[in-house]
């Protein structure tokens, strides 16, 4: 289970997401997003960053990925194939992604079970931490999937508002408006919709 990168904005989270997402859950959904960003699209850089083996272990180690990690062109390959599939998920609408999902974890034969390591408390995993890398992001997504559609929440998974953007986040706003990927693509969307209105009048 991937820890999220920075700590989260306490006011970026109101009672109710908290309540409909456990701690896991958001976690897991966050590293999708992350991994879903790393296309040319969606990156800070405008490349792909996932192109070669040394990106992934740095996406991983960011996250403090934790089980089998072999660093190899074959497993990058396979992860990229993961991230192909997640970013068709993330735009599903719920009915759609209930089969999806269960596709995943019908393929990876998903036994959920608790389990506790490094310094998490009891959550789930469904796969076996010696199982491939990408079958791992894959089942992972998938169980935090469950709880969305469980939940109503497809969205809650969203899509940059900017159009030369499309940066995938999970929007935990109280009232699920949030529009963009990030304060870069707010704020450059409001410095062009200010020149543009600059020009109207001039
Ligand atoms: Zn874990
Ligand atoms: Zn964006």
């Given at each position: 289970m991937p820890e999220s990168r920075y700590a989260r904005?306490?006011?970026?989270?109101?009672v109710r997401s908290q309540l409909i997402f456990t701690d896991d859950t958001v976690d897991a959904l966050q590293f999708v997003a992350a991994l879903l960003d790393t296309v040319p699209l969606a990156s800070e850089s405008g490349?792909?960053?996932?192109?070669?083996p040394a990106q992934l272990s740095r996406l991983l180690a960011a996250w403090k990925y934790s089980g089998r990690h072999d660093g190899d062109a074959r497993e990058l390959a396979e992860v990229r194939a993961a991230r192909d599939r997640l970013r068709a998920l993330w735009a599903l609408d719920r009915d759609a992604a209930v089969d999806e999902v269960n596709a995943i974890l019908a393929q990876a034969r998903a036994l959920p079970r608790l389990v506790r390591h490094d310094d998490e408390d009891w959550h789930i995993h469904a796969?076996?931490?010696?199982?491939p890398l990408a079958e791992r992001i894959l089942v992972e997504a998938a169980m935090a999937f469950v709880d969305v559609i469980r939940a109503d929440a497809?969205?809650?998974?969203r899509t940059c508002a900017a159009d030369d953007c499309e940066g995938s986040f999970l929007d935990l706003s109280k009232n699920a408006s949030r529009l963009y990927c990030s304060a870069r693509c707010g704020n450059r969307v409001a410095a062009r919709a200010h020149r543009a209105r600059a020009a109207d009048a001039g």
């Open positions: 904005d306490s006011s970026d989270i109101d490349a792909d960053e996932l192109s070669e796969t076996s931490p010696e199982a497809t969205e809650r998974l």
